[in-house]
């Protein structure tokens, strides 16, 4: 076994590229930990040890690693079949499933289910249907979009042209669809009426933004973009990618604030955490756009659009949702983090953010100015965590807290406590 760990360490480090990591550095802090296994939200490395999965192995996992439901589901997919075209064929699992999705909502309002692969992709599909809906509705002007500072839509160029954080986009800024970036609802209150007359879409993520360091956004607010939308007649796109599927304490985040979107776009908990799927939700009026002659067609897809195992698994996992009570059980997991969080004593703790089970514990120097970046503080922390049974990443110097649903409150307790133990060392 220490023979295999070592040759995985040894290929990684010749072949593989990783998301967001300088490879210079891959390695210099200590021994990568190479994952091998799960159970519930515990994770285990090749030489046998367990960590509490701290951020749900990026913001995906809901219902645990292993889960039996899960697990079955995608083994009784597999004595069927595991993928087939969804371009001009239809599948079981797939129509299911955007059944299930569409009963989250009133009836005649997000009606319409466009599947692809990630997150990216989700929002990806969302401004070309909103582009391609104008063109077709004889408003073809309509061709821009607003979104909001220092926001994250991911990485593919569409969804990159309306990010905020500019390590991320700068680079590729030129390449994308227009964006006006606004920082709040007044700056949206005060565009020109040229600049709303080109706009196709606002879009927002709901409640919180996720890579702006976990920064709520003020009660109401959310309903209030709804408002400002209809009255503008701009379509509203919610990226619920990361706060979809019970993270905020309801199954959609736009349900707290009693709100529709016009596109929906899920995807990281849609399986569980399991496959690579997203859903785009759009309503009938937006469809019917796109009915008529095959110029009006919306040519846009992916190999493993609908595929089977991701759509069998998503539905086992918002059976799981159902059978286990999983949103009654919020609370208490949420007050346990929140608590949890707010125990660690420590100077360098500048503000705990959060919103249902998503937190963010921010560090600073005493003086509440940020460390300089060369420090790398909130990667120190995270490094020192391991040696506490905790895996989570920074963004920046705020340490992402995002466990799974499933855990147990003591489980989240005991996370902060190693969270905690890891800033004294760190």
Same mark, same amino acid.
């Given at each position: 076994?220490? %023979?295999?760990?070592?040759?995985?360490?040894?290929?990684?480090?010749?072949?593989?590229?990783?998301?967001?990591? @300088?490879?210079?550095?891959?390695?210099?802090?200590?021994?990568?930990?190479?994952?091998?296994?799960?159970? #519930?939200?515990?994770?285990?490395?090749?030489? +046998?040890?367990?960590?509490?999965?701290?951020?749900?192995?990026?913001?995906?996992?809901?219902? +645990?690693?292993?889960?039996?439901?899960?697990?079955?589901?995608?083994?009784? @997919?597999?004595?069927?079949?595991?993928?087939?075209?969804?371009? +001009?064929?239809?599948?079981?699992?797939?129509? /299911?499933?955007?059944?299930?999705?569409?009963?989250?909502?009133?009836?005649?309002?997000?009606?319409?289910?466009?599947?692809?692969?990630?997150?990216?992709?989700?929002?990806? &599909?969302?401004?070309?249907? =909103?582009?391609?809906? %104008?063109?077709?509705?004889?408003?073809?002007?309509?061709?821009?979009?607003? *979104?909001?500072?220092?926001?994250?839509? +991911?990485?593919?160029?569409?969804?990159?042209?309306?990010?905020?954080? *500019?390590?991320?986009?700068?680079?590729?800024?030129?390449?994308?669809?227009?964006?006006?970036?606004?920082?709040?609802?007044?700056?949206?209150?005060?565009?020109?009426?040229?600049?709303?007359?080109?706009?196709?879409?606002?879009?927002?993520?709901?409640?919180?933004?996720?890579?702006?360091?976990?920064?709520?956004?003020?009660?109401?607010?959310?309903?209030?973009?709804?408002?400002?939308?209809?009255?503008?007649? &701009?379509?509203?796109?919610?990226?619920?990618?990361?706060?979809?599927?019970?993270?905020?304490?309801?199954?959609?985040?736009?349900? @707290?604030?009693?709100?529709?979107?016009?596109?929906?776009?899920?995807?990281?908990?849609?399986?569980?955490?399991?496959?690579?799927?997203?859903?785009?939700?759009?309503?009938?009026?937006?469809?019917?756009?796109?009915?008529?002659?095959?110029?009006?067609?919306?040519?846009? #897809?992916?190999?493993?659009?609908?595929?089977?195992?991701?759509?069998?698994? =998503?539905?086992?996992?918002?059976?799981?949702?159902?059978?286990?009570?999983?949103?009654?059980?919020?609370?208490?997991?949420?007050?346990?983090? &929140?608590?949890?969080?707010?125990?660690?004593?420590?100077?360098?703790?500048?503000? &705990?953010?959060?919103?249902?089970?998503?937190?963010?514990?921010?560090? %600073? @120097?005493?003086?509440?100015?940020?460390?300089?970046?060369?420090?790398?503080?909130?990667?120190?922390?995270?490094?020192?965590? %391991?040696?506490?049974?905790?895996?989570?990443?920074?963004?920046?110097?705020?340490?992402?807290?995002?466990?799974?649903?499933?855990?147990?409150?003591? /489980?989240?307790?005991?996370?902060?406590?190693?969270?905690?133990? =890891?800033?004294?060392?760190?």
């Amino acid at each position: 076994m220490r %023979r295999d760990v070592d040759s995985w360490r040894e290929w990684d480090r010749e072949h593989c590229w990783h998301p967001f990591t @300088q490879h210079a550095e891959w390695g210099m802090a200590g021994e990568e930990v190479v994952l091998v296994g799960g159970e #519930g939200p515990w994770l285990i490395d090749a030489e +046998g040890r367990r960590y509490f999965d701290g951020n749900s192995s990026i913001w995906t996992n809901i219902h +645990g690693h292993r889960h039996p439901g899960l697990d079955a589901a995608l083994r009784t @997919q597999l004595d069927e079949i595991a993928h087939t075209s969804f371009l +001009g064929f239809a599948n079981p699992r797939a129509a /299911e499933l955007a059944k299930r999705l569409v009963d989250f909502f009133p009836p005649g309002t997000l009606e319409r289910v466009f599947f692809s692969d990630d997150g990216s992709t989700a929002v990806e &599909v969302a401004i070309k249907m =909103a582009i391609q809906y %104008r063109q077709q509705s004889g408003e073809p002007e309509r061709t821009g979009f607003i *979104s909001f500072e220092n926001a994250y839509h +991911g990485d593919t160029m569409g969804a990159a042209s309306l990010g905020g954080v *500019s390590l991320f986009f700068d680079r590729f800024r030129s390449f994308g669809f227009p964006a006006t970036r606004v920082a709040s609802l007044a700056d949206l209150r005060t565009l020109s009426a040229a600049e709303i007359a080109s706009t196709a879409a606002v879009v927002v993520e709901p409640l919180i933004q996720g890579v702006n360091e976990m920064r709520p956004w003020p009660v109401g607010q959310l309903a209030e973009i709804r408002d400002w939308c209809d009255e503008q007649g &701009v379509h509203l796109i919610l990226d619920e990618v990361m706060t979809g599927f019970g993270r905020t304490g309801t199954m959609f985040a736009c349900q @707290q604030e009693s709100i529709l979107p016009d596109f929906l776009c899920l995807a990281k908990g849609l399986t569980g955490g399991y496959l690579p799927l997203a859903a785009t939700l759009t309503t009938g009026p937006v469809f019917e756009a796109f009915l008529g002659d095959r110029d009006r067609t919306f040519y846009y #897809g992916h190999s493993y659009t609908a595929n089977q195992l991701g759509c069998a698994v =998503a539905l086992a996992s918002l059976d799981v949702f159902e059978e286990e009570r999983v949103l009654e059980g919020l609370p208490a997991r949420v007050e346990a983090l &929140v608590q949890g969080l707010k125990a660690i004593v420590h100077p360098s703790v500048h503000e &705990v953010r959060y919103c249902g089970l998503i937190a963010g514990l921010e560090l %600073r @120097q005493e003086s509440g100015e940020r460390f300089p970046g060369e420090e790398h503080m909130g990667e120190r922390v995270c490094l020192a965590a %391991r040696a506490h049974g905790l895996l989570t990443r920074p963004i920046r110097d705020t340490i992402v807290m995002m466990p799974p649903l499933c855990s147990t409150t003591e /489980e989240i307790t005991g996370a902060c406590e190693a969270l905690g133990a =890891a800033l004294d060392e760190a």
